[in-house]
Nanobody
């Protein structure tokens, strides 16, 4: 059963903007943290931005000031607004959440959405 569904990826020109969306088919109130990861070809998956249940955010250094993570609990959505995109941002972006349930942590991943950057 698919719990996270990303959308919004595509081709963007360097310097342009893109907004990724993640539909979360889980109770938002049960989530411990949520975030966006990315994986470029030949590289390891890396954290791009994350948000705690309390709303605290953290960003990869190279995206600070350019990317913004946001959530809408009323719509069960997580977003990543990407501004001033550069070729190094090209990757498959994954939505991730973790849920603490009866003492266990469960991780959920989306299927990924491709972001390509033209220079």
């Amino acid at each position: 059963q698919v719990q996270l569904v990303e959308s919004g990826g595509g081709l963007v020109q360097a310097g342009g903007s893109l907004r990724l969306s993640c539909e979360i088919r889980l109770s938002m109130h049960s989530l411990n943290s949520m975030g966006w990861y990315r994986q470029a070809p030949g590289k390891q998956r890396e954290l791009v931005a994350a948000m705690s249940s309390g709303g605290a955010t953290t960003y990869k250094d190279s995206v600070k000031g350019r990317f913004t993570i946001a959530r809408d609990n009323t719509k069960n959505m997580l977003y990543l607004k990407m501004n001033s995109v550069n070729p190094e941002d090209a990757a498959v972006y994954y939505c991730h959440v973790d849920r603490l349930l009866v003492g266990w942590t469960y991780d959920y991943w989306g299927q990924g959405t491709q972001v390509a950057v033209s220079s």
